[in-house]
């Protein structure tokens, strides 16, 4: 590490943001990495496995849930119909509004990319005690109803 680097890294050792996106980024590399096989991103996933829970939801909803944009979710369910993974029909309430549900192939699909997934999930789970893990899920939740009061958390979960 050069002086420039070494100065830099020393500046913000305090700071816990960089540790938290690092963490972040690994879990999300991981999960790319085991999806890629099924040819979903981790957004068409979260979508898939959303609808899997909760049929019919709306767009708006599927994309607060995923943690993206209702535009970036317009062009996930978009996708993951021209493969045939879901389902749109116009609802039988509102002509303007579309359900999503998966397909047939689309649920057979999630199971084994799921089963990827949830491997990647309990593999990070096994590396602590199961205090280690609670002490863990409190201090991030503690750190997003700290920032929550800055207007930049939406509320949405992530899987």
């Not at 690092?22 to 990495?33: P, T």
């Not at 369910?77 to 116009?90: A, D, F, I, Y």
């Not at 509004?97 to 593999?123: H, M, N, P, W, Y």
């Amino acid at each position: 590490m050069g002086t420039d680097e070494k100065k830099i890294a020393e500046s913000v050792a305090w700071r816990p943001g960089g540790a938290v996106k690092r963490a972040e980024q690994a879990l999300m590399a991981e999960k790319s990495r085991v999806l890629r096989p099924f040819g979903l991103t981790v957004p068409q996933y979260a979508a898939m496995y959303a609808l899997s829970l909760a049929p019919g939801i709306s767009g708006a909803k599927l994309a607060r849930l995923c943690s993206v944009t209702p535009q970036s979710m317009a062009t996930v369910l978009k996708t993951l119909e021209s493969r045939g993974l879901v389902e749109r029909r116009p609802s039988s309430d509102h002509a303007q509004v579309l359900v999503t549900r998966l397909s047939r192939a689309g649920q057979a699909l999630l199971r084994k990319a799921d089963a990827e997934a949830v491997a990647v999930e309990r593999r990070l789970v096994d590396a602590f005690t199961p205090d280690e893990i609670a002490l863990l899920r409190e201090l991030l939740e503690r750190a997003v109803v700290v920032l929550a009061g800055t207007g930049h958390d939406d509320g949405a979960d992530s899987f």
